[in-house]
């Protein structure tokens, strides 16, 4: 199976990528979509521009997009790209990060119909507590580098999901109904390190920006590093 990857550098789609790795599916380009606004319905933004590190980092072929952001009308450059790249026989499949998210897995479903693509979502309706341990046993090191939750303040952004960052967001959980694996849009992430890289990525300087409930953790200068 030849297929596309949706990429945006965070947690659920490099785990994505990580099962189609897994399952033998040969990763003919990764796909990150540049969206013109902060709040698209569709796709991760921040640090979205530097997944060609992690694109790197693995050795698979990366296709940016660029999308104006408009609510629905941010599919049509996705459909364009998947298009071209089915008509040069290069894809039968697409795979995406989808854990909970209808909006999302019904539109990209929706593309793949209308192009006769295969379309596989491996995290879909898992438990999003269990997608989170499941990340720490295979080794993957994820930075969160957005928040936009009740309980999630400015010491967040940079930090690492591990065990105990879990612990804290089970309670948060509990306490302001939040998604632990962010798919209520709570937290934006992007990957260190996982195990598909060839080398690990470090960061030389990053921005916190904050303003009023939200944030972003703007990463200015990353390099890669031997594991």
């Known amino acids: ?60 072929p990366l296709i ?34 989808a854990l909970a998210s209808v909006y999302q897995a019904s539109r990209i479903q929706k593309i793949c119909d209308s192009l006769k693509l295969k379309c596989f979502n491996p995290l879909w309706q ?28 400015e010491k967040w952004l940079g930090r690492m999901i591990d065990k105990k960052a879990i612990q804290e967001l089970v309670e948060l959980e509990k306490k302001f109904k939040i998604n632990v694996a962010a798919e209520g849009g709570e937290y934006e992430s992007f990957v260190l ?9 470090k960061i030389l300087n990053a921005e916190t920006k904050w303003n009023g409930n939200t944030g972003e953790y703007l990463i200015k200068e990353i390099k890669l590093v031997k594991k």
């Open 1 to 60: 199976m030849k297929v596309a990857v949706l990429f945006s550098g965070g947690k659920d789609s490099a785990s994505a990528l990580f099962w189609a790795v897994k399952q033998g599916f040969e990763i003919k380009a990764l796909i990150t979509v540049l969206s013109d606004r902060k709040d698209s319905f569709m796709y991760h933004i921040p640090n979205a521009e530097l997944t060609h590190f992690q694109a790197e980092a693995m050795g698979f």
């Open 64 to 97: 940016f997009v660029h999308s104006t952001g408009v609510k629905e009308k941010e599919l049509i450059e996705l459909k364009e790209i998947l298009q071209d790249l089915k008509k040069q026989k290069l894809i039968d499949g697409v795979v995406t990060g």
């Open 126 to 153: 898992k438990k999003q507590l269990d997608h989170l341990n499941e990340l720490l046993e295979n080794k993957f090191e994820v930075i969160i580098v957005g928040v936009a939750a009740y309980g999630l303040d």
């Open 193 to 201: 390190d996982c195990p598909l890289f060839k080398k690990k990525l």
